[in-house]
């Protein structure tokens, strides 16, 4: 199993530009979330999908755009990149059985918007 | 709501030293909590969780917590460092009784272990 994976790993990006950050899972995991990593800010909930069909903002979410077509696909989409944007964005999964599971993250995309 | 709170930014302790690393949370009822450790250019990797019973809990690679009800705190402990420790851990929480599965994660803590 390949886990979480995430693509691109990095992308430089101009501003005002478009561009999609994939992610999938192959552990059938109900929830899917997308965070950014900043120094000394932790990592900041973006949006989150419940199930297929099913997404929410999380704290963070002016600026990007998801949806879930699919149970394996949940794919973060900027609509005009900003220099604010440039980040480390971290996609996870969750298995909704429980509610005390723990989450399982992908490798990260480095973002840099000039 | 729920929320957490890492009031260093940065632990140094010196290899064989014991370790801890501190958390405290907030939340309306009673807490799922995580730990999660976090290598230089890696994604998180779950370490441990707090869901009920015996107050100790282990995880891996020789990490445990202790949960304190009375002291809203979750702080992450090892009793000897290795220099191979040294990362970024994050703490996080979930509130029982809120609607969400996703909880909420605090700033970080950045370890270093001196050889």
């Known amino acids: 199993n390949a886990g979480v994976t995430q693509t691109p790993k990095f992308q430089v990006l101009k501003t005002g530009q478009s561009m999609t950050l994939q992610c999938a899972q192959d552990?059938?995991?109900?929830?899917m979330s997308w965070y950014r990593q900043d120094p000394g800010m932790g990592l900041r909930l973006i949006h989150y999908?419940?199930?297929?069909?099913?997404?929410d903002q999380g704290e963070v979410p002016n600026g990007y755009n998801v949806s879930r077509s699919t149970t394996e696909d949940f794919p973060l989409r900027l609509l005009s990149a900003a220099p604010s944007q440039t980040s480390v964005y971290f996609c996870?999964?969750?298995?909704?059985?429980?509610?005390?599971?723990?989450?399982?993250f992908g490798p990260g995309t480095r973002l840099t918007v000039l | 709501a729920q929320s957490v709170a890492q009031p260093e930014d940065q632990v140094n302790v010196a290899e064989g030293n014991p370790l801890t690393v501190k958390c405290t949370y907030s939340?309306?009822?009673?807490?799922?909590l995580f730990w999660y450790v976090q290598y230089p250019n890696r994604g998180l990797q779950f370490l441990l969780k707090?869901?009920?019973?015996?107050?100790l809990v282990k995880g891996s690679y020789g990490f445990e917590a202790e949960f304190n009800k009375s002291q809203t705190s979750f702080h992450l402990k090892k009793p000897s460092a290795l220099v191979s420790d040294s990362a970024l851990y994050f703490c996080?929480?979930?509130?029982?009784?809120?609607?969400?599965?996703?909880?909420?994660f605090g700033r970080g803590t950045s370890l270093i272990v001196h050889p």
């Open positions: 996870a999964t969750l298995a909704g059985g429980g509610t005390y599971n723990e989450q399982f």
């Open positions: 707090y869901i009920t019973g015996d107050n």
């Open positions: 999908s419940v199930g297929a069909g099913i997404t």
């Open positions: 939340v309306s009822g009673n807490p799922y």
């Open positions: 996080a929480v979930r509130d029982r009784s809120g609607g969400s599965y996703i909880p909420t």
């Open positions: 552990m059938n995991h109900e929830y």
